[in-house]
């Protein structure tokens, strides 16, 4: 199949299995990477230079506008929705929270979903709110790829087992599976 | 939900066109379609035909349209080191060295977030005096909304958080009563501010500007109104002006980026290149 980016969206629990699976995504990854994950909207830094540490691709906080380049991750930026528009853009956004979240997984999945269509790859990790699951079934109903992690293996399972309910998903894996899966696009 | 397809979206801006004169197809798509949406929700409507069936009909639903379109602030105080920076470095030593009045002018308010941010700290300051500050808005409601003061308590909330990080000479409580669903902000705070509506062009814009505050507005734009635009605010401003951009509003990918000195890149500080 051939997939134009991967998404993915956690919350509570979700950082060290979002940390493993950077850190293990060759150098020349063939897709982009779109991070959503609830964090503080005060903190500006230090996140994005945490995810970083010993991932082999560079993780940046995009500028509105941004153009997705292939084995870069975009982590949304503190207090803004990330959305992807078409032509392979980044917007950022400062409307309303959603689920009370801003960034909200949600909004990221569906824009990302009607970007990319059947050629899009939405994971969600684990979380402490229903964030993502609408997102996820966009990412279902257009056709793309769905990837829930394993609630067993969660350290909160809210946002994955809310996911499960809403959508019928391409695969449950574990953390380990999810890297096998990416490491052979 | 209403979902709106492309199609829907340029006959809502054609109808706009046509009727209005206002032209919003360079707008940043999905943010503009997401407006949209809320919109038809807010207003108990069901499709984009109900949408534009009202807007060519009913004249008065314009102002409406133009309010729910935009995008309020999110709070108050947002990025409390901006605010520092703007008491610290910025604005005692500008508007003292300032031949003539000091004019700021504040485009596309909304909810008034940044207005009222802007007026706290020139109050705070003792310099509210010395400054003459413009607040245009595109629809008539916002006019109204700021200058009644009324704002949500989640965000009180948040700006109170801000307003501790900013390390404000008051408590912030001081600038608000709570009322049982809203927060009321000290209209006082604005009461010399000049309003004036805008049209989406900004015909009709000031002139000799020292100061544009204008953050996380550009992002609903398409990069090429985003020149456009900053182009047009270069014009109004007076040589070594400043123009305040949002965090994430990065333009040194456009051309305009030569026009301007970049004073602080982290909180979105450019100043108006003299000569240029």
Known sequence: MDYKAVIIGGSAGSFQVVTRILNSLPKNFPLPVLLCLHRLKHVRSGFVEALSL?????VEEPYDKDQLKPAHAYLAPANYHMYIELANRIALSTEEAVNHSRPSIDLSFITAANAYRQKLIGIILSGANKDGSYGLKKVHDN???TIVQDPNECEVRTMTQSALQLTKVSNVYTTDQIIKYLSKL | MTELGIVDIREI??????IYDY??????????KQRLERLIIRNNMSNAESLIHKLKNNPEFFDLFLYEISVPSTEMFRDPSLWRWVREEYLPAAIDKSIGRYKIWVPNCVSGGELYTLAIVLHELDLFDKVDILATTISNKSIEYIKEGKYDLKKIEVSDENYKRFQGNREFTSYYILDRYYAFRD??????????????????SPQNV???LFRNNLIYFNPSLQEKILQHMYNCLSAGGYLILGIREKIR???IINDFEIINEAEGVYKKRIGS
């Open chain 2, 187 to 204: 209209t006082g705070i604005i009461k010399d501010v000049e309003f004036k509506k805008q049209n989406i062009n900004f015909d009709d």
């Open chain 2, 23 to 32: 032209d919003f197809s360079q707008y940043a798509m999905t943010s503009f």
């Open chain 1, 54 to 58: 010993k991932s082999r691709i560079p």
């Open chain 2, 253 to 255: 990918n456009l051309n």
């Open chain 2, 210 to 212: 020292k100061l544009i």
């Open chain 2, 13 to 18: 801006y054609k109808t706009v066109k046509e």
């Open chain 1, 143 to 145: 056709g793309g790829t």
